[in-house]
């Protein structure tokens, strides 16, 4: 299978490149979250506050690693279910998010989300968190350390395998499949 | 060698009486150093036998995305055993079941503290994710504790542990309905069929089936649903009505499209497993558990 090779920060130029269904290696920066996380982004975000790393252009993961064994970069580092964030990410599509990188369908709304600012959602393979974990060259918790493996991170990334589910012309994965 | 005899005769200790009884004693180290062993085993290595499903799907799936999850999957659990480290970050709620032998005894304390105490140990030393937190508050409990601990007591000296972590994204999709008698087994296919439809890609096929009919009351099907999971996975149901059911739901599934992580395929789900009890003459209650692909299990016999 033929994966196209891309370079994070995701623009609008490399987006409009992506059509569901694609393989595609990331590289680059990723920030980590997951419920916890987008819970407390959102609310910073409605009281007006710097949420804790710049959205615009961001690719967020949905991701909570186990523990690092000492020495190592990161534990297993594999992607959770998206559909739990749907709740937020409307609200961080429209503040400048680009991508998500999770497992599993997203709402109707996240969907018309992704076309109205231009973003993407890719799938990584769930349950294999000991490979993804090869694919992680640098981790930093940069936020909410006292959420645990629900902190954010900071990671650095090469050749990030994913596919592309939900593209800017509306398509998705999971209905088209078939 | 006079010293291993006294150690002998003191952990085998033979109760002289009406009915003769052999009383097997085991040390609480004993069970705790077993569970933590287990939790660090089922987290490290996918079961054999789900591994030969896990190549048999792989030779039928025929979308090319669905070959590519299942080789991913294989070299996952290669690096996940060779570095020891958890073929996925969850790693799970710990369900255990223990089989616990009449003349089963331990000394030091007792078996439901040292199976809480090895998964204590088991998360931390294994540098496993600790999943579980208050319902509300959200906060973490930090060592993953409580367990999920079933009991049944058996015949015999033995006791039988079996550790099971459950991901969250799998049990989520979990689910109860609670049929009447008219709906039949027509009802039960299709309830089951659906419930898979709905999860989709998030419990991360392809699957193993649990499925639970019967039972007196609720949360016993939930329990059965549980258990069918912990079949051998290259065995049919004894009962050929009930494996007959098994197969008919599992070739409807593997008709969805769905497909390896949702990504499009024939292989949704690798095997179907039902196990059932009577139930009240009002009722035909029926429940799933979803098991995802790598089908986590480890056991072991004192």
């Given at each position: 299978m033929n994966a196209k090779k891309i370079l994070l920060p995701l623009t609008d130029e490399i987006i409009a490149g992506l059509k569901a269904g694609d393989a595609v290696l990331l590289s680059g920066i990723l920030f980590t979250g997951r419920d916890a996380a987008h819970k407390r982004i959102v609310e910073a975000l409605a009281r007006g506050e710097a949420p804790?790393?710049?959205?615009?252009g961001a690719t967020i993961y949905y991701m909570g690693p186990s523990p690092a064994k000492p020495?190592?970069?990161?534990?297993a580092a594999g992607p959770t279910t998206s559909g739990r964030m749907d709740a937020y990410t409307p609200r961080l599509l429209q503040e400048g998010l680009k991508g998500m990188i999770g497992k599993g369908f997203r709402s109707e709304a996240v969907r018309q989300a992704i076309v109205e600012h231009h973003g993407v959602y890719f799938a990584a393979i769930g349950g294999i968190g000991a490979l993804i974990s090869k694919c992680v060259k640098k981790a930093e918790v940069i936020?909410?350390?006292?959420?645990?493996?629900?902190a954010v991170l900071k990671l650095e990334v090469e050749d990030f395998p994913a596919i592309v589910i939900n593209d800017i012309h509306g398509n998705d994965w999971y209905r088209i499949r078939k | 060698m006079e010293l291993l005899n006294l150690k002998l005769t003191f952990e085998n200790i033979l109760i002289q009486g009406e009915n003769a009884m052999r009383i097997r004693m085991h040390s609480y180290h004993e069970v705790v150093a077993a569970a933590a062993n287990l939790c660090r085993e089922a987290n490290f290595y996918i079961p054999q036998n789900t591994r030969a499903l896990l190549e048999q799907s792989f030779q039928n799936e025929e979308s090319e995305l669905g070959k590519m999850v299942l080789e991913r999957i294989s070299e996952n659990a290669k690096i996940a055993a060779e570095e020891q480290m958890p073929l996925c970050q969850d790693c799970g709620s710990a369900l255990v079941f223990l089989e616990i032998g009449e003349q089963f005894r331990i000394r030091g304390g007792n078996v439901i503290d040292a199976v809480s105490e090895g998964v204590r140990r088991g998360y931390r030393e294994g540098y496993l994710?600790?999943?579980?937190?208050?319902?509300?508050?959200?906060?973490?409990?930090?060592?993953?504790?409580?367990a999920v601990i079933h009991t049944d007591i058996v015949k015999g000296t033995r006791l039988k542990i079996i550790v099971m972590p459950k991901g969250g994204g799998s049990e989520n999709m979990t689910k109860l309905k609670m049929l009447t008698?008219?709906?039949g087994k027509k009802g039960i296919a299709d309830f089951a069929v659906q419930s898979v439809v709905e999860a989709d890609g998030n419990p991360c096929p392809p699957l193993i089936l649990g499925i639970g009919i019967g039972g007196g009351s609720a949360e016993r099907t939930m329990f059965l649903s549980k258990k069918a999971l912990l079949r051998a996975t290259n065995s049919a149901h004894s009962n050929p009505e009930i494996a007959a059911l098994e197969s008919e739901i599992l070739e409807r599934v593997n008709q969805t499209g769905i497909g390896p992580q949702g990504l499009g395929g024939r292989i949704t789900a690798m095997a179907c497993f039902i196990e059932w009890e009577p139930c009240h003459i009002a009722s035909l209650p029926v429940a799933i558990n979803l098991l995802c692909h790598s089908a986590r299990h480890a056991e072991v016999r004192l």
């Amino acid at each position: 299978m033929n994966a196209k090779k891309i370079l994070l920060p995701l623009t609008d130029e490399i987006i409009a490149g992506l059509k569901a269904g694609d393989a595609v290696l990331l590289s680059g920066i990723l920030f980590t979250g997951r419920d916890a996380a987008h819970k407390r982004i959102v609310e910073a975000l409605a009281r007006g506050e710097a949420p804790p790393f710049d959205i615009q252009g961001a690719t967020i993961y949905y991701m909570g690693p186990s523990p690092a064994k000492p020495g190592a970069i990161i534990g297993a580092a594999g992607p959770t279910t998206s559909g739990r964030m749907d709740a937020y990410t409307p609200r961080l599509l429209q503040e400048g998010l680009k991508g998500m990188i999770g497992k599993g369908f997203r709402s109707e709304a996240v969907r018309q989300a992704i076309v109205e600012h231009h973003g993407v959602y890719f799938a990584a393979i769930g349950g294999i968190g000991a490979l993804i974990s090869k694919c992680v060259k640098k981790a930093e918790v940069i936020a909410y350390p006292e959420l645990g493996a629900e902190a954010v991170l900071k990671l650095e990334v090469e050749d990030f395998p994913a596919i592309v589910i939900n593209d800017i012309h509306g398509n998705d994965w999971y209905r088209i499949r078939k | 060698m006079e010293l291993l005899n006294l150690k002998l005769t003191f952990e085998n200790i033979l109760i002289q009486g009406e009915n003769a009884m052999r009383i097997r004693m085991h040390s609480y180290h004993e069970v705790v150093a077993a569970a933590a062993n287990l939790c660090r085993e089922a987290n490290f290595y996918i079961p054999q036998n789900t591994r030969a499903l896990l190549e048999q799907s792989f030779q039928n799936e025929e979308s090319e995305l669905g070959k590519m999850v299942l080789e991913r999957i294989s070299e996952n659990a290669k690096i996940a055993a060779e570095e020891q480290m958890p073929l996925c970050q969850d790693c799970g709620s710990a369900l255990v079941f223990l089989e616990i032998g009449e003349q089963f005894r331990i000394r030091g304390g007792n078996v439901i503290d040292a199976v809480s105490e090895g998964v204590r140990r088991g998360y931390r030393e294994g540098y496993l994710r600790k999943s579980m937190c208050h319902p509300l508050t959200r906060k973490n409990t930090g060592d993953n504790t409580p367990a999920v601990i079933h009991t049944d007591i058996v015949k015999g000296t033995r006791l039988k542990i079996i550790v099971m972590p459950k991901g969250g994204g799998s049990e989520n999709m979990t689910k109860l309905k609670m049929l009447t008698p008219s709906a039949g087994k027509k009802g039960i296919a299709d309830f089951a069929v659906q419930s898979v439809v709905e999860a989709d890609g998030n419990p991360c096929p392809p699957l193993i089936l649990g499925i639970g009919i019967g039972g007196g009351s609720a949360e016993r099907t939930m329990f059965l649903s549980k258990k069918a999971l912990l079949r051998a996975t290259n065995s049919a149901h004894s009962n050929p009505e009930i494996a007959a059911l098994e197969s008919e739901i599992l070739e409807r599934v593997n008709q969805t499209g769905i497909g390896p992580q949702g990504l499009g395929g024939r292989i949704t789900a690798m095997a179907c497993f039902i196990e059932w009890e009577p139930c009240h003459i009002a009722s035909l209650p029926v429940a799933i558990n979803l098991l995802c692909h790598s089908a986590r299990h480890a056991e072991v016999r004192l």
